[in-house]
C-alpha cells in the first residue's frame, strides 16, 4: 500500500477532480492473490503482466463509457 502521506495526497486530488465533474479510474484494487507476482522484485516496478492487466481493464473502461 502507498504510504499514509500519498493516501492522503491522493484522496485531496481524487476530492477535487470530482468536484469538476471528472470521472476516476480507481484501480489500486486490481490485484489479487499473490502480489508479489506483479513486481519486479530487484526494483518494484510494475511487471509486464500488471501492465497488461491494467491496459485490459483500462480499455474496457474507455469502451463502457464510448457506449454511453
Known amino acids: 500500500k502507498a ?3 500519498a493516501e492522503l495526497g ?3 486530488v ?3 477532480l470530482k468536484s469538476r465533474g471528472a470521472r ?3 484501480y489500486r ?3 489479487s492473490g ?3 507476482r506483479w513486481f519486479i522484485r530487484e ?3 510494475p511487471a509486464a503482466e500488471l501492465h497488461q492487466k491494467i491496459a485490459e481493464k483500462l480499455a474496457q473502461d474507455l469502451n463502457a ?3 454511453k
Open 65 to 67: 463509457n464510448s457506449e
Open 10 to 12: 491522493w484522496q485531496q
Open 34 to 36: 499473490d502480489t508479489e
Open 43 to 45: 526494483d518494484g516496478h
Open 24 to 26: 476516476i479510474l480507481d
Open 3 to 5: 504510504p499514509l502521506l
Open 29 to 31: 484494487n486490481i490485484l
Open 14 to 16: 481524487e476530492k477535487i
